[in-house]
């Protein structure tokens, strides 16, 4: 199997949105058209449909309609953030992977993306890492509570939030330690 389909399989299966935006050195209608480009879409009208949709999914389209080929770099962080959401989800992907999605960002930018993860766990399947309590506790269905990279405990978030089985677990959601 060669670099490029091993790159395809996983652009397929998985949008990621890591801790700091990464929006690629082009404009913001190529950073959303890039995976599909490589997955063989290359009809104008279709790669139109997709970055519009996708932009929209982000709750980005109408603060960029009228600047898709600005440069992505001149976007807000939190805009970059919503960018690099739609680039992930335009690959129609299995799973979302946050990986510290939000700890870059303002209030409100976390608050949105926050809202986003809810609204698309419908679609898709949404691992989230993070490191804030209050952020799990919003928006989680399923915890896996970690440290020192092993698993402690895990469960569904109401279970494991209210009622804890492993003592460093309820040391944890006490705030004993952080």
């Not at 709750?59 to 992505?72: D, N, Q, T, Y």
Request: proline share 4%; glycine share 6%.
């Amino acid at each position: 199997m060669t670099q490029k389909q091993r790159l395809l399989i996983s652009v397929k299966k998985l949008g990621l949105l890591s801790q700091r935006p990464t929006p690629l050195p082009m404009s913001i209608y190529d950073n959303v058209a890039f995976g599909v480009k490589l997955q063989g879409i290359r009809k104008k009208k279709q790669l139109n449909e997709i970055v519009e949709k996708q932009l929209k999914a982000a709750g980005l389209w109408e603060e960029v309609k009228e600047r898709l080929h600005s440069p992505a770099a001149a976007l807000s962080i939190g805009q970059q953030q919503r960018l690099c959401l739609a680039r992930g989800l335009a690959v129609q992907p299995q799973f979302i992977l946050g990986d510290e999605s939000t700890s870059a960002l303002d209030p409100i930018s976390s608050k949105h993306i926050e809202k986003l993860f809810t609204s698309l766990r419908e679609q898709y399947g949404i691992i989230l890492v993070t490191h804030t309590l209050r952020q799990a506790l919003r928006i989680a269905d399923y915890v896996i509570f970690m440290y020192l990279g092993e698993v402690i405990e895990e469960g569904p978030a109401e279970q494991l939030f209210n009622n804890p089985k492993h003592e460093l677990t309820k040391q944890y959601l006490s705030g004993e330690f952080s």
